[in-house]
């Protein structure tokens, strides 16, 4: 099975300022063929099931604000929001989707510092 | 788009429990559908997948032998069958919709969940 992990797995930041958030897996997942990275990162708001908010690495859901962006390739990822907001409080989860079965990293908790 | 999860429960270790998630707003048989679920204050773990004309199935070792995943696209229902279950299958279990009918595709749309707690 490919190991998702991310860091941290806590992060505080102010309100305006950048979050970033890492995963790696150990694996690569990026497909040559077709040029795309199976990589999804997911939001999840207390109470709530989670939400896609970047597929393919980096292609944004409809509806997500742009502050969101996803980057990387092969085995590293990133997740950032350009100017954190108070409604980003959550926790973000990566997963792969290369291969089953798929496997989500461990989650980071976002807080407002 | 709608997933509506039901089904869960209290039930002895050892016991069994089926739960169903109803779908409706899209075209139940033309994407692939998936149980993923969260034990109380942890993260998500993968379950089990089916395609969307059912021809193939993925399980985590975890639960491979003991959970059943099927679909009836002529009633927009996904199903899991648990047997043999243990306490440490306690957890909310999501349906989710994979953004395509077959594998290899991100999960776009999840259910509320419907808690499963495994106890004497």
């Known amino acids: 099975d490919i190991v998702m992990t991310q860091s941290p797995d806590s992060l505080a930041v102010s309100l305006g300022e950048r979050a970033t958030i890492n995963c790696k897996s150990s694996q690569s997942v990026f497909y040559s063929s077709n040029n795309k990275n199976y990589l999804t990162w997911y939001q999840q708001k207390p109470g709530q099931p989670p939400k896609m908010v970047i597929y393919w690495a980096s292609t944004r859901e409809s509806g997500v604000p742009d502050r969101f962006s996803g980057s990387g390739s092969g085995t590293d990822f990133t997740l950032t929001i350009s100017s954190l907001q108070a409604e980003d409080v959550a926790v973000y989860y990566c997963?792969?989707?290369?291969?089953?079965?798929?496997?989500f990293g461990q989650g980071t908790k976002l807080e407002i510092k | 788009v709608q997933l509506v999860e039901s089904g869960g429960g209290l039930v002895q270790p050892g016991g069994s429990l089926r739960l169903f998630c109803s779908a409706s707003?899209?075209?139940?048989?033309?994407?692939?559908m998936h149980w993923v679920r969260q034990a109380p204050g942890k993260g998500l773990e993968y379950v089990s997948g089916?395609?969307?004309?059912?021809?193939?199935?993925d399980y985590a070792d975890s639960v491979k032998g003991r959970f059943t995943i099927s679909r009836d696209n002529s009633k927009n229902t996904l199903y899991l069958q648990m047997s043999s279950l243990k306490t440490e299958d306690t957890a909310l279990y999501y349906c989710a919709r994979a953004d395509s009918s077959g594998w290899y595709a991100p999960f776009d749309f999840w259910g509320q969940g419907t808690l499963v707690t495994v106890s004497s």
């Open positions: 089916i395609s969307g004309n059912e021809g193939s199935t």
């Open positions: 997963q792969q989707y290369y291969s089953t079965p798929y496997t």
């Open positions: 707003g899209f075209t139940f048989s033309n994407y692939a």
